[in-house]
Nanobody, 126 residues
Framework: QVQLVESGGGLVQAGGSLRLSCAAS????????MGWFRQAPGKERQFVGV????????GYASSVKGRFTISRDWAKNTVALQMNSLKAEDTAVYYC???????????????????WGQGTQVTVSQ
């Protein structure tokens, strides 16, 4: 059974930092792209960033580039999303997701992702 479990969400002041983690089980991640998406109330799910598990290549939405960083830990089978310089508009539920294949460029499409975590709330106060 495949499971993606996010952790690390919470409440932070604007300008602060949070680190989200996504633990994968029941899945061999070689050949997978691991993505992060977010959804704010009343808005559509939005691409945040992605990492190729095997090669380590990454991509980010323009709204978070330079502030957010995605990394992977081979030993723990986890993916992390380091979020710095947080803004109120970053407030959303953040989801980890996995899909077969390699990410190349641009904003990745959520419809391509096969597996999803349950989400973790990030709230940034002014």
């Amino acid at each position: 059974q495949v499971q993606l479990v996010e952790s690390g969400g919470g409440l932070v002041q604007a300008g602060g930092s949070l680190r989200l983690s996504c633990a994968a089980s029941g899945l061999t991640l070689n050949g997978y792209a691991m993505g992060w998406f977010r959804q704010a109330p009343g808005k559509e799910r939005q691409f945040v960033g992605v990492i190729n598990w095997s090669g380590g290549g990454t991509g980010y939405a323009s709204s978070v580039k330079g502030r957010f960083t995605i990394s992977r830990d081979w030993a723990k089978n986890t993916v992390a999303l380091q979020m710095n310089s947080l803004k109120a508009e970053d407030t959303a539920v953040y989801y980890c997701a996995a899909r077969r294949g390699i990410y190349y460029s641009g904003d990745d499409n959520a419809d391509r992702y096969e597996y999803w975590g349950q989400g973790t709330q990030v709230t940034v106060s002014q």
